[in-house]
């Protein structure tokens, strides 16, 4: 008989979810505009440090998981990961020069991007029904993100209205107490020991498993989907930002100055969507759900390569595309770490959670950055933005990434249809 979740343990677990993305939501949207227009940075230099901050989710697979799924309790290692990140990341706000920013965000992503897939992790082995239960976890994370969002929109507009770009430094010192917040609290969350009968490298045992489809599959695709997600958090921002700039009075009233504010939209989205998936998880099969998520990423980069030329008022054709956000992100991501945690042995999962992290924000992330930054030159040529050359680089990826999910990934029945 399957043991039930107590009542208590879900609001803990969501309050996890809302500081662990509310970190991240403080200062990612921002990071591009910040270092081009105030520390004036070349396209290629911010590249790279994005593609810094995403080294940490290749070494997580191979320290966190370990450590998590065999030595150390998963809580405290994600106590004392938030509280040193805390300290690096106040450190953002501060330093001018590329090579000490770059090297501070290579430490800080080695700290903080193996507690994503670790928060996973924990929740997965306390819930006691995955597909009900751990969809309403998650969206507090997407609160979070909302939440930091929509009050650094604020923030800048009301504070910063004079120098907003210098003002975006302050998104660091606001992840900062967060993290340190989360740190603390993380000392409170239940109990998840490591498997102590195993003896074998989990990390190994991981890479044995996921060599199986569908986990190849997924994998495999995982990288240029996470290329394409990146393109969407590195360009963004400006590109809203400058539309906003003559968009309604309200807009700004809103969700503040620059883009971050805006883009909060697509996390209002991804609530909904988040909060849909235990409706559907047992009635659509996960190819159906991965394929969607594709498609929304595809449709987001051509409302925006094409912004100016479609029939609808532009404010109404960015708003639609960062609505989509919800499923891109849900459909796929979100799903794809339900697919790895159902088709992985219990006593490997953290170090497959982390694994899929190093696809997702690792690999994907640093391959995306490099990429963007020079697709970003490359529609700069000519000493302006071209936002149609740009965007529709991503989307031709994201039309060509689900043909491919649909001659490869394998058809299973709904776990409903399983299950009876």
Known sequence: MQKSTPSALLPRLSVMMFLQYAIWGAWLPFL??????????EPAQIGNMFAAGAVGAIIGP?????????????EKFLALSHLVGA????????IESYSGFLWFSLVYGMVYAPTLALTNSLAFHHLSDRDAQFGRVRLWG?????????AMGQWLHFAHAQDVIAGKADAFRMSAILGAVMGLYCFSLPHTPPSKDAMSNATLDALGEIRRQPLITLFLLAVPVSCIHQFYFVHTESFLGAKQASAPAFFKTLFGEGGGGLMTIGQMSEVLVLGAIPLVAKKLPRRTLLAIGLCAYALRMELFANVDSLPLPVMV?????????????????FVAFMVVDEETSGDVRASAQNLFNLVIVGIGVIV?????????????????MDYHKLFSVPMYAAMACLVLLLLFYPRKRPLAAVAS
């Not at 997407?142 to 929509?150: A, D, N, R």
């Not at 054709?317 to 991501?333: D, E, K």
């Open 32 to 41: 591009w505009s910040f270092l081009a227009g105030y520390r004036h940075m």
């Open 62 to 74: 191979f320290i966190a998981g370990q450590v998590a799924d065999r030595w150390f309790a998963t």
């Open 87 to 94: 300290v690096l990341v106040w450190q953002l706000s501060t």
């Open 142 to 150: 997407t609160f979070g993100w909302i939440v930091v969002g929509l």
């Open 317 to 333: 054709t960015l708003v639609l595309g960062i609505a989509l956000h919800g499923l891109c992100f849900g459909c796929f991501i």
């Open 368 to 384: 995306g950055s490099l990429i963007a930054g020079k697709v970003a030159e490359w529609a700069s040529a000519g000493g302006e």
